[in-house]
């Protein structure tokens, strides 16, 4: 191997290790949403040159981790509830198609365990924790999507999930009522794939299922002011 090519690997593994790092750290939750983060900073804090770290940010702002403010400069990407209703919005649209062609790829079993996840959700119910239900949430909707045939439209959920659990806080914490209609929802989906229902059908369901979720979460940010 030649000296250029090995130096160009090197370079590749050190900006793939700044952005699992940097990934790591905004989705944990020790970069809140609009921490700055400064290359100088972070070339000492990790030892790595500002190459790599520069490459680790454009991917992560291309990922919609972090955004770049003019006069700020590189920051973790700071979302309100209005965004957060917009992301809610497309996943309902890609979570319908996805639901409805990952049924016929899923046998009595996959049900099965898609069903005990949803189970644990109504047991969470009872101390209700919106971080541990919004985790066990994405693992049911997973446990379907899985299955999918498509691995681009598995990317893209993936993303637009990655981008929904970096908006901190928990979408049923602004919504705590939504919980408990979220999981009779589950059940119906799960019925649907289980009855061999119309591939229409189930999508209808699914993307319902999310857009309800955003319609709860708008209500919840806009309140109605009673006339005087």
Known sequence: ????????????????????????????????????????????????????LREALRRLQSDGLVEVVRNVGARVAVFDAEQVEHTLQILARLEGYATAISAPQMTAAHVAGSRKINDRMVEALQAFDPTAFTALNREFHFSIYEHCPDSHLQALLEAEWTRLDHMRRSTFSYVPGRARRSVVEHEQILKLISENADAAEIERVACAHKNATADALHTASHPVVPQQ
Do not use: H, W
Not at 21 to 35: C, E
């Open 1 to 52: 191997m030649s000296a250029a090519k090995k130096q160009d690997q090197t370079k590749e593994s050190k900006a793939e290790f700044c952005y699992e790092l940097l990934r790591s750290r905004i989705l944990d939750g020790t970069y809140v949403p609009g921490y700055r983060l400064v290359i100088n900073q972070l070339a000492q804090e990790t030892g790595v040159s500002t190459i790599p």
